[in-house]
């Protein structure tokens, strides 16, 4: 399984760059009103789309069943890998506004309501994505993952009015710490129901079908 | 001794369907898999690497059965596909280091000797290589992991002459050397004429026989005789007739009866593989 998070990881190579470009952008050069949300959750987002695409033009998924690995671990792996996808994306949304805060001496958010948001809609939306991955088909996935970015965009973009009307002094969800801190769990939990369903559908497919 | 054994595999798909399928591969041997396209070759070998799930059915492989033991088999097998699924933004050193990690007899000299080999360059990037070129890196991905069985879909597609004829020795040579067992689809049959020990032959989701390969040549005639020999009765003693204004060919799989029946009045020919490829997939079709 290690192999499998080395893989995803090292393919990815200079894809990496694009979520650094895309944090600088739209989070130092054209900071907006949204920019905090957006940073702390489409970066992982990017990323495991760039995975899967890349995944799903050289039909690797192929080559990945070739390999001695269980079904099981591929699918485990996968998961394993949005935790780096949404460390990093956390990690560069801290970056950037460390720069505006302390380089380009901007007021700017964030705070632990920014991570548990990030958290909790990356979680939401890799719950949903991966099962459509393993039942669709990559490419029946793809059409899937405009149509969910979307969706997240608008939440994020909605999560963010609220927000601003919603944050207590100490950078917690109004309502106290339980509020900040509960979506994540809550939508990890649902992370958890989404391998086992991933797990489940996969098991049963033609891969590249 | 066994290195592949199917029971009752079946796999059902909206245009094409595979049957109740069984077979043994022998151990220590090279094995043919022949059959016209969307025979289901392809479809068998990506159930017996676990790809492809079965509908119903068996299969062992080591003695080991498959998917309960997928890795460990896997880890035993050198596989080569047709399509060449590797990462096209990579360099070949880099989809090395993406796959040598995953088996545990990763020979890195040994796959260095065959990329020196095949005149590949561990800093051509994959999107550059021809097909013929990405053919002979999964060649070298399978052979550098001492694989006791070699799996191979197509191998010979796409290669030029040359190299399909220097495959074929490296496969006779690995047989010498190393006592390994491979299985190969293909439907350029002159390959299998080289190095063959067993022919496996799938029709239409069906496996039409799985012999050796003397024995094919023991069983099989193909005669050619003028039209009017050809009654209802004899018609019978045919796998597949093609017939034309001047005479005819047929296939027999009762070679013995052909040349008792026809005596000096047919001629009586060892049949190419492809020639049993051919009018075993027509039937009695007539060519005017």
Redesign the interface.
């Known amino acids: 399984m290690i192999?499998l998070v080395?893989?995803e990881l090292?393919?990815l190579?200079y894809y990496h760059l694009f979520a650094v470009l895309y944090v600088l952008v739209f989070g130092v050069f054209f900071e907006t009103a949204y920019s905090t949300v957006l940073l702390a959750t489409l970066p992982a987002m990017m990323l495991m789309t760039f995975a899967s695409n890349?995944e799903l033009?050289?039909?690797?998924?192929?080559?990945i069943?070739?390999?001695?690995?269980?079904?099981e671990?591929i699918v485990l792996a996968k998961y394993v890998c949005l935790f780096y996808y949404v460390a990093l994306g956390l990690a560069l949304g801290a970056a950037a506004n460390l720069i505006n805060r302390y380089v380009l001496a901007r007021e700017t958010d964030w705070s632990l309501a920014h991570v548990s948001i990030g958290l909790t809609i990356n979680f939401l939306f890799f719950s949903l994505y991966y099962p459509f991955y393993y039942w669709f088909g990559q490419k029946g996935a793809q059409f899937v993952v405009y149509v969910v970015l979307f969706l997240a965009t608008v939440t994020i973009v909605g999560f963010s009015d609220v927000m601003r009307d919603h944050f207590d002094g100490g950078g917690a969800i109004d309502g106290g710490t339980a509020l900040t801190v509960l979506p994540p769990i809550g939508s990890l939990a649902l992370l958890l129901v989404s391998y086992r369903l991933s797990v489940a559908i996969f098991?049963?497919?033609?891969?590249?079908a | 001794m066994n290195v592949i054994e199917v029971r009752g595999l079946a796999k059902q798909y909206s245009r094409f369907a595979m049957k109740d399928v069984s077979l043994d591969i022998k151990q220590g041997f090279i094995t043919g898999l022949i059959g016209p396209n969307g025979a289901g070759k392809s479809t068998l070998i990506?159930m017996l690497?676990?790809?492809?799930?079965p509908g119903a059915g068996e299969i062992r492989i080591f003695g080991q059965p498959m998917?309960r033991s997928?890795?460990?088999?896997?880890?035993r097998?050198g596989?080569v596909?047709e399509?060449c699924?590797?990462?096209?933004?990579?360099t070949i050193a880099?989809m090395k280091?993406?796959?040598a990690?995953?088996?545990r007899h990763w020979d890195e000299k040994r796959f260095n000797e065959y990329l020196h080999r095949f005149e590949l360059h561990p800093k051509a990037k994959i999107r550059s290589l021809s097909k013929g070129m990405k053919m002979k890196l999964s060649l070298c991905f399978a052979l550098s992991h001492r694989a006791e069985l070699l799996i191979m879909d197509e191998p010979t597609a796409g290669l030029d002459p040359v190299f399909r004829r220097e495959l074929l020795d490296i496969l006779a040579d690995l047989m010498l050397d190393e006592g390994r067992s491979i299985l190969f689809s293909t439907h350029i049959t002159t390959d299998l004429d080289r190095v063959a020990d067993y022919i496996v032959f799938l029709h239409q989701g069906k496996v039409v026989f799985n012999e050796s390969r003397e024995r094919v040549f023991e069983k099989y005639a193909l005669v050619k005789a003028s039209p009017e020999l050809l009654d209802r009765d004899v018609r019978g003693l045919f796998v597949g007739i093609r017939e034309t204004a001047v005479g005819f060919e047929g296939l027999t799989e009762r070679r013995d009866e052909a040349v008792r029946l026809f005596g000096n009045e047919a001629v009586v020919e060892r049949p190419t593989l492809e020639d049993i490829m051919f009018f075993t997939a027509k039937g009695g079709r007539r060519h005017d």
Do not use: C, W
């Open positions: 192999n080395r893989k090292f393919v190579s890349l033009r050289s039909k690797s998924e192929l080559l069943g070739s390999l001695p690995v269980r079904r671990q098991r049963k497919k033609d891969l590249n | 990506r690497m676990g790809m492809t799930v998917p997928e890795d460990a088999i896997r880890q097998i596989f596909s399509e699924n590797y990462y096209e933004h990579l880099a280091r993406v796959i990690p995953f088996y």
